[in-house]
């Protein structure tokens, strides 16, 4: 995909060099061609190589070369040369600056400097004159918001190129493929709301609607398509079709019939093993697999192998454990077949990841990104957070901060606490209160008769998010409650799952009103319609502990993600509503989870729908001012 991505825009910035205009002056002379190697010896010369000849030549001769170096860096996809030698033509007065400028902007944007490349876009705005120039700023432009999670903003960018490109015929190459990429991102909300315009964006927007609702059914698409096809002739869509349409429909699902499971079935993890097992074999109810069989994963990696290699199965699951994930993958049985890993990918790996390697981790990462989402999109400038002071806290807390810092320029407030004593401490100080009293202590001592005071917190805090397990947050809720003014609007108060636990909400829901919080929708009896199936695991498992409850809901979800796994991976946007949340496949083939929120009220838990749109990163926001 990436390196078809490349071809089209080395095809369209060949295009977009032959259009510019460059001076008659700027072509070597006869009698300084003379002095240059041979034409097929600058041919064999790479993009570093021309480069760094230009720099030891001058004049015309200095400027052909780097012109050359140009054109062999995208050819090579050397971003690096690229920039290299379009600075270096920026000082020269014949050159077309603005399209030089648009050099620039694409290679900063390929080496992910988005920032950088934003702001070069933004520079030359006012000083397009060509309908080329114009064409590809916009698509540029759009690719950058692509590049941030934006489908919606890059689209806009989009249409606008692809209406220039029609009205001065021109030849956007890469535009329709990320277009449909783009398109495929969106609800079918936002596609009706995207449903106007040119013809040109009409057609597109019908194009993935129809793709939207007749996905899978092969005869209704294409007789949608056929529709499509006779409504809107000519369309650039219409190249789409033979191809992104059709690797669609003919993504055919893993037909998985024999199971290879690796789990802990022995050592101190036996009882995850044990919760995971239950939810494999649930879900065995309603797949195709008529065989599935059971390794541990604590055997030596030869035993392993061997029980691989006499299953023969057709797919694998497993290992939980991050160390045995290590260790099965030097299996040669496990590099050649389709995989889930129920834990995260490697950081080492992530560049060079199994096209049929797909990683499945209950998260918490995922968690702490949905609720910043949530925080950026209800306006929120100074949230607080409170976790405990673990390497897990901390490792949270630095992940929040991480993700904000793109979106925001605030700084959130962060409090760690190690014990309950610690707790009441770490809130008085963040919120301030400690002053308050001790200012009160003051105005008392100047007075000997009685003096009514409250104490207040600070003003400018608009969320607080706790990081903290079901006993740490119904002990932290009451001290805030406690220490939060009463001169104050009331600050809204977050938690992430480890906060909710089914055992001790049976019996003590504390004074937890009004908090929001995510879970899995397993956890939550009114989020799923696998009634039956919630019914008969409460029977047979009654007394089983939070983590248990979740390891198996992932089983389960990890079964009936076996012949969803390639439509995941392919179609971008498209989820599998599951036991532990929407799934969807990110980058690196891992399996992200979408979590469902709930708030407690009234001494019940009610199922609520928070804003949770894509927030626009920083940089964009200062452009946009």
């Known amino acids: 995909m990436q390196l078809k991505k490349i071809s089209l825009i080395m095809a369209i910035l060949s295009g977009l060099s032959a259009c510019g205009t460059t001076p008659n002056s700027t072509q070597p002379p006869t009698n ?31 400027i052909q070369l780097l012109y050359n170096a140009r054109e062999a860096a995208i050819t090579e996809r050397n971003w690096q040369v690229l920039e290299q030698a379009c600075s270096e033509l920026e000082s020269k007065a014949s050159v077309d600056h603005v399209q030089n400028k648009l050099y620039i902007a694409l290679a900063r944007k390929e080496l992910q400097k988005y920032e950088s490349a934003h702001e070069i876009l933004q520079s030359v705005a006012q000083k397009l004159k060509l309908p080329e120039h114009k064409a ?20 806009v960018h989009y249409f606008k190129s692809a209406d220039i490109a029609q009205q001065n015929k021109l030849a956007i190459a890469g535009l329709d493929s990320e277009v449909w990429v783009a398109l495929q991102q969106l609800s079918s909300y936002a596609l009706e709301r995207f449903d106007r315009g040119s013809v040109i964006q009409q057609g597109w927007v019908k194009l993935a609607k129809y793709h939207q609702v007749y996905l899978g059914s092969t005869v209704q698409l294409h007789q949608a398509m056929n529709n499509w096809q006779r409504r809107y002739k000519n369309h650039p869509g219409s190249f789409i079709i033979p191809t992104k349409v059709k690797s669609d429909i003919d993504l055919a699902p893993y037909q998985a019939t024999k199971l290879a499971i690796l789990l802990p079935q022995s050592g101190s993890s036996e009882r995850l093993g044990a919760a995971l ?13 008529s065989e599935i069989y059971f390794i541990d994963e604590m055997d030596s990696p030869e ?44 950081e080492s790996e992530a560049q060079r990841v199994h096209s049929e390697h797909f990683y499945f981790a ?31 806290g901390q490792r949270l807390i630095a992940h929040f901060n991480q993700q904000w810092q793109g979106f925001s320029d605030t700084h959130p407030e962060v409090g760690f606490y190690s014990n309950s004593e610690d707790m009441v401490k770490v809130i008085t100080e963040l919120l301030e209160v400690d002053g308050s009293k001790t200012r009160i202590k003051e105005v008392r001592n100047l007075f000997r008769s009685e003096v009514e005071s409250e104490t207040r917190s600070r003003r400018d805090l608009d969320a607080i ?4 397990d079901a006993i740490e947050t119904r002990l932290l809720k009451p001290y805030l409650d406690v220490n939060v003014s009463t001169f104050a609007e009331r600050i809204p108060l977050y938690a992430s799952s480890r906060s909710y636990s089914k055992q001790i909400d049976k019996t003590d829901k504390g004074d937890l009103e009004g908090l929001y919080f995510t879970e899995l929708p397993w956890m939550l009896p009114d989020a799923i ?38 439509q ?58």
């Open 32 to 62: 300084a061609q003379s002095q240059l190697n041979p034409p097929q010896i600058v041919q064999d010369l790479d993009a570093a190589a021309l480069y760094t000849k230009a720099l030891e030549k001058d004049g015309a001769a200095r």
């Open 136 to 155: 590809w700023h916009q698509y540029l432009t759009g690719s950058i918001y692509a590049s941030q999670n934006l489908p919606k903003k890059a689209l």
């Open 277 to 289: 097992k239950n939810g494999f074999l649930a879900a065995m109810d309603r797949s195709k697999i």
């Open 303 to 346: 035993l392993i192998e061997r029980s691989l290699q006499k299953i023969q199965a057709d797919f694998i699951i497993g290992p939980l454990l991050k160390s045995n994930v290590i260790k099965v993958k030097s299996s040669s049985y496990v590099a050649n077949s389709p995989a889930i890993f129920l834990n995260e990918i490697d």
């Open 362 to 392: 209950l998260n918490p990462e995922h968690e702490v990104e949905q609720a910043m989402v949530h925080f950026l999109a209800k306006g929120y400038q100074k949230p607080m957070i409170l976790a405990p002071d673990t390497p897990s």
């Open 465 to 468: 998010y706790i990081l903290g």
């Open 529 to 566: 319609n696998e009634r039956n199936l919630r019914d008969t695991y409460s029977r047979l498992w009654p007394e089983q502990a939070d983590i248990e409850q979740r390891l198996f809901a992932m089983a389960y979800d990890a079964v009936n993600l076996i012949p969803e796994l390639k």
């Open 568 to 625: 995941l991976n392919k179609i971008p946007g498209k989820e599998f509503e599951g036991l532990t949340g929407a799934l969807s496949i990110k980058e690196a083939n891992q399996i992200h989870r979408k979590l469902i929120w709930a708030q407690y009220h009234k001494n019940r838990i009610r199922l609520v729908s928070l804003d949770e749109r894509p927030p626009t990163p920083l940089f964009m926001q200062h452009a946009e001012q």
